[in-house]
């Protein structure tokens, strides 16, 4: 399986919700960030290694191995070196691991779900992802709308944050004011649930128990949205939000006539995938 998403639009809460309400929700979940590992120690991480079988090597089991009846979400990989995407591609199609160093093949039965934050096209491209294993792992594929994309879900989201941390920090925080929320609604959000997550985070250990969280909680970058848009520069009440997404609808408007209407050619020439692309035509009704 795969996921795509811009980074924190949360692919890895994807990958969590489909593992716990699976039949596999009683085994291990394994994420293993690829980007975070070396290739050469990744490899090992993953299959197991043996003693002997290098330099300081010990007998230790993989994560596949670990994960065994359970899930292993493998976050980024198209940061994987292509040699490490054959093995994984051998190991999804014979369903066995060899550690390294080691003759012996251990059968598995592993789900791997797999995220990517560039877009799959480009990176085959420019092979940086093998084309057969990007094949094997789109069998099923899920794309992850950025939260400027589904700016409806972000009062449930905040909500569900302010709800976690009220838990954690042992509050009794009564939301948002209406201004924090207009500014919210406004904001594009490029760093996604993350950032949303993390601005939450930050002003919920600087407002007092029992308190509502306004504006002086939060950062210039929220802050400031309102006042841009209220600007005597921009004319009407426009946000910028609007502005930039009224420029990508005339573009992808003329790349897609140019095309003769053609998806397939219309998103090769936007540098964007086939579902993103049948997303943007039915958002802004192409």
Not at 191 to 212: F, H, P, Q, W, Y
Not at 221 to 250: C, Q, R, Y
């Amino acid at each position: 399986m795969l996921i795509y998403g811009e980074t924190g639009s949360g692919k890895e809460l994807f990958a969590q919700s489909i593992h716990y309400n699976g039949i596999r929700k009683d085994k291990p979940f394994i994420p293993i960030n690829c980007a975070a590992i070396p290739s050469a120690l990744l490899e090992g991480m993953l299959f197991g290694t043996v003693k002997g079988g290098f330099t300081g090597a010990e007998n230790k089991k993989g994560l596949f191995e670990e994960a065994h009846r359970g899930t292993v979400l493998l976050d980024e990989i198209n940061s994987m070196e292509p040699y490490l995407q054959s093995k994984l591609l051998r190991v999804l199609q014979d369903g066995y691991i060899r550690p390294v160093g080691s003759n012996k093949i251990i059968d598995i039965d592993v789900r791997v779900i797999a995220t990517l934050n560039e877009e799959p096209e480009m990176l085959i491209r420019e092979g940086k992802l093998r084309k057969d294993f990007y094949y094997r792992l789109s069998v099923m594929r899920i794309d992850v709308p950025s939260l400027r994309e589904r700016k409806e879900d972000i009062k449930e989201i905040t909500e569900n944050f302010i709800s976690h941390y009220n838990t954690l920090l042992s509050k009794n925080i009564k939301g948002l004011s209406e201004e924090v929320w207009e500014k919210f609604y406004e904001y594009n959000w490029p760093g996604n649930i993350r950032e949303l997550k993390n601005t939450i985070e930050s002003a919920m250990n600087m407002v007092d128990d029992g308190e509502m969280l306004t504006k002086e909680f939060f950062e210039n970058k929220i802050t400031m949205v309102g006042d841009l848009n209220n600007d005597s520069k921009f004319t009407g009440d426009l946000s910028l939000n609007h502005h930039l997404e009224e420029v990508e609808k005339a573009i992808i408007t003329k790349i897609y006539k140019k095309n003769g209407e053609n998806i397939t050619r219309t998103a090769d020439e936007l540098k964007i995938s086939r579902q993103n692309l049948q997303y943007k035509l039915k958002k802004y009704n192409l």
